[in-house]
T-cell receptor, first 115, second 116 residues
């Protein structure tokens, strides 16, 4: 069985400060990891993914994430947060042993960036 | 030029009614999904179709029946609606999935269903 944990319901950060959203996972085999963002009353938008290779993955809107196999983590980061980054962020994992690649989402982390 | 579209955007109905939500994607993807997002924002997959064939069928009441007339459409029909069905339903699509689990999914804007 695969699972994703996002330990923080909400992250508060001042504009211009670094933003980190935490994610840990459990999966059979190697993981495929994804981050999505959901703005109010909108569908989820893909931010970035880790498949293989470089542990640091760069994505949309200046976001990046670091894959850490030993800690089974895939934390999302942005060096300088913007007010417009305020949204709900979802981490998701898919295991390579799942024949049809079902995506398991975390519970989401609400990010609030204050001016 | 919307990639994944859903209709209607809002649906308010009485308990016991039957309703449908439609989803269309113009991305040429082979795989489509239905997700349910509850009031706490938990997102859970319900169904997935690959090229009109059902490949994922989670523990969902059989009042929910997906139908895929072609690979660009995946509709969700719900019979005998209950209060607990109130949620936001998202359709999503991804490129051909078999043998390649690395493809991201593209989500529609959601349908907010309210059962009174």
């Amino acid at each position: 069985a695969q699972s994703v944990a996002q330990p923080e319901d909400q992250v508060n950060v001042a504009e211009g400060n670094p933003l980190t959203v935490k994610c840990t996972y459990s999966v059979s085999g190697n993981p495929y990891l994804f981050w999505y963002v959901q703005y109010p009353n909108r569908g989820l938008q893909f931010l970035l993914k880790y498949i293989t290779g470089d542990n640091l993955v760069k994505g949309s809107y200046g976001f990046e994430a670091e894959f850490n196999k030993s800690q089974t983590s895939f934390h999302l980061k942005k060096p300088s947060a913007l007010v417009s980054d305020s949204a709900l962020y979802f981490c998701a994992v898919r295991g390579t042993t799942d024949s049809w690649g079902k995506l398991q989402f975390g519970a989401g982390t609400q990010v609030v960036v204050t001016p | 030029d919307t990639a994944v579209s859903q209709t209607p955007k809002y649906l308010v109905t009485q308990m016991g009614n039957d309703k449908s939500i439609k989803c269309e994607q113009n991305l040429g993807h082979d795989t489509m999904y239905w997700y349910k997002q509850d009031s706490k924002k938990f997102l859970k997959i319900m169904f997935s179709y690959n090229n009109k064939e059902l490949i994922i069928n989670e523990t969902v009441p059989n009042r929910f029946s997906p139908k895929s007339p072609d690979k660009a459409h995946l509709n969700l029909h719900i019979n005998s609606l209950e209060l607990g069905d109130s949620a936001v339903y998202f359709c999503a699509s991804s490129p051909r999935l078999a043998g390649n689990f690395a493809r991201e999914q593209f989500f529609g804007p959601g349908t907010r269903l309210t059962v009174l």
